[in-house]
């Protein structure tokens, strides 16, 4: 079965550029969460969706940062413009329904901000 | 304000012993808590979980504990094998789908 897949694994690019995340769930999920991972906060949530809608983006850092689910296959998570310290792992990650459903992650995209 | 702590981020063990990883946190409206595992360059995999009705949940090698009037959570792996060697997050979550992490431990079990 495939897992959760994420594009790319690898982004490096220089300060100011626009950068897209990609990120396909598990078949049949239908929460989404955007998480990121630094060394100083460690593993963080940004946003999450369930059944395509945003539900809560309180972890969402500025405005540059913005995600769209536009249908339940696909969600995006971009950044504009991007700063050298947007550098991080970033992981999508979905889930059956709400409540007590463990979230299956998929392997991250490793962001290099020059 | 971090609420759920991983003192130690790492941790040692002899192939064959137990490991035990610790998890402390602060909010006692937390209802559900997980433990994941991570490779290098992989996402962190579900391990295993607990609800808090139960002080006690087994998988195999694996038995997470739960003390409530302590707000600690720890991960008993035995026998530890070489291959467990990874990151072990905990995670808390209350009703809603947020679930908030700890900082991880890095085990390193020597054959």
């Known amino acids: 079965d495939a897992g959760v897949i994420q594009s790319p694994r690898h982004e490096v690019t220089e300060m100011g550029q626009e950068v897209t995340l990609r990120c396909k769930p598990i078949?049949?999920?239908?929460?989404l969460f955007w998480y990121r991972q630094t060394m100083m906060r460690g593993l963080e949530l940004l946003i999450y969706?369930?059944?395509?809608?945003?539900i809560d983006d309180s972890g969402m850092p500025e405005d540059r940062f913005s995600a769209k689910m536009p249908n339940a296959s696909f969600s995006t998570l971009k950044i504009q413009p991007s700063e050298p310290r947007d550098s991080a792992v970033y992981f999508c990650a979905s889930s059956w329904g709400v409540g007590n459903q463990p979230q299956h992650f998929g392997d991250g995209t490793r962001l290099s901000i020059l | 304000d971090q609420q759920v702590k991983q003192n130690s981020p790492s941790l040692s063990v002899q192939e064959g012993r137990i490991s035990i990883l610790n998890c402390d946190y602060t909010n006692s409206m937390f209802d559900y808590f997980l433990w994941y595992k991570k490779y290098p360059a992989e996402g962190p995999t579900f391990l295993i979980s607990?609800?808090?009705?139960?002080d006690k949940n087994e998988d195999g090698r694996f038995t997470v504990f739960l003390n409530k009037s302590a707000k600690h959570l720890s991960l008993h792996i035995v026998p530890s094998q070489p291959g467990d060697s990874a990151v072990y997050f905990c995670?808390?979550?209350?009703?809603?789908?947020?679930?908030?992490f700890g900082t991880g431990t890095r085990l390193t079990v020597i054959p």
């Open positions: 969706f369930n059944n395509n809608v945003p």
């Open positions: 607990i609800s808090s009705i139960k």
């Open positions: 995670a808390v979550k209350t009703g809603a789908n947020n679930l908030f």
């Open positions: 078949s049949g999920h239908n929460s």
